[in-house]
């Protein structure tokens, strides 16, 4: 009992970390592609984070981006067809595939300001951070005088 | 068409991207050396190959094709957003391919659409299948 008070159970903080450790074991098998598909960069501050995705190929009127509080998922799909019909192919890399990643901010996203641009086959996203969860720097008042 | 016989370089190559520091000079950059994944299509006059190379633009690719071999080389500088905490990332992407005998060259093109390459490779005429009509008697 003491255990479930001081660790609640919570099935989407477990499987938030299943995800995380297939990730993690999927980056090092599958050298980007797999469970991590597609590869991003993030940067952050303290007004929100900044996110490249890369996903070749992609119509981006069929990506779908949505956040469930500090959740964001990137589901999409990339239909691989020859350049020319009838043409035979030789060797096969890219093929088509339907992904959904995703990923765990450390905030709450401000649903509102997120702004998406797909350009040469970057999804390039930005996801403020509202103001209630900013960070606040507190100022310590001195009392009285040392001795 | 196969890019089996490719330069030492490639061949002794990881296939996946490599993460490394750049030079000193630009120390604040992460450097991923990328091979991009190609697929190679043929038809009667052209051969064609369709290759990943996402955030390149075409000032940043270079596609040169020298005798037998082909180089597909770009790439695709991710600028840290003003602001963020970070580090710049540089992606390179270098690719070599065997040409077989019979493409006219000086006839390929190439488009970039969505951060994927199609390079279109014209057979030469000599090269190209001829189909003999069987007449019946």
Known sequence: MMWNERHPLNLWDAFSEMQRVFDEVGRDFAGGLGADYPTMNLWSNDDGVAITAEMPGVDPKALEISTVGSTLTIRGKRTVSPPVEGATCLRDEIGSLEFARSIQLPFDVDADSAVADYRDGILHLSLKRPESSKPRRIVVSASGGAS | ?137
Do not use: C
């Not at chain 2, 991009?36 to 043929?42: G, T």
């Not at chain 2, 690719?61 to 180089?71: E, K, R």
């Open chain 2, 1 to 137: 068409m196969s890019d089996k016989k490719t330069t030492r370089d490639v061949a002794q190559r990881d296939k996946h991207e490599v993460r490394q520091p750049e030079s000193a000079a630009s120390s604040e950059s992460a450097v991923l050396r990328v091979e991009p994944a190609a697929n190679i299509y043929e038809t009667e006059t052209d051969f064609y190959i369709v290759a990943d190379l996402p955030g390149v633009g075409t000032d940043d690719l270079q596609v040169i094709a020298d005798g037998s071999s082909l180089a597909i080389t770009a790439k695709a500088p991710v600028a840290r957003p003003a602001g963020m905490e970070g580090e710049d990332v540089l992606r390179q992407f270098e690719r070599w391919f065997s040409l077989p005998d019979g493409v006219d060259q000086s006839a390929a093109d190439a488009r970039l659409t969505n951060g994927v390459l199609t390079l279109r490779l014209p057979k030469a005429a000599e090269a190209r299948v001829h189909r003999i009509t069987v007449k019946g008697s």
